[in-house]
């Protein structure tokens, strides 16, 4: 069954790629550039999962994170990121992330986390 997926993620090439991905995938997507615009986004559409950048040009993807729980938003978040440690993962998982994909990250890899 199609998911609906939010991608927030600012650098154009990664955002290409990623939404290749998610209409491969069969799932109904949109995308924002910036932590403000993927919060807005969320409260409007309520997706099913956020893909999350942790580098953003505004706020952090953990800040955007922290805003979606404040907010009462449920969607699955899944970090994605270049800029990726243990002790980055593991602040992701308590920010409530229910994985951490570090780019470049494989598309099976993708399917396998949103079909769970």
Not at 16 to 32: C, Q, S, T, W
Not at 71 to 88: D, E, F, P, R, Y
């Amino acid at each position: 069954m199609p998911a609906r997926v939010l991608l927030v993620e600012d650098t154009p090439t990664q955002a290409e790629i990623a939404k290749a991905m998610l209409r491969d995938f069969g799932h109904e997507m949109r995308h924002a550039e910036t932590g403000a615009d993927g919060l807005a986004m969320a409260q409007d559409w309520h997706p099913d999962a956020i893909l999350v950048e942790l580098v953003l040009p505004d706020f952090s993807g953990m800040e955007l994170m922290r805003r979606l729980k404040a907010a009462g938003n449920n969607a699955a978040c899944i970090v994605l990121t270049a800029h990726g440690s243990v002790n980055t993962a593991v602040e992701a998982m308590r920010e409530g992330a229910i994985d951490f994909l570090l780019k470049p990250y494989a598309a099976a890899r993708l399917r396998v986390t949103l079909d769970n």
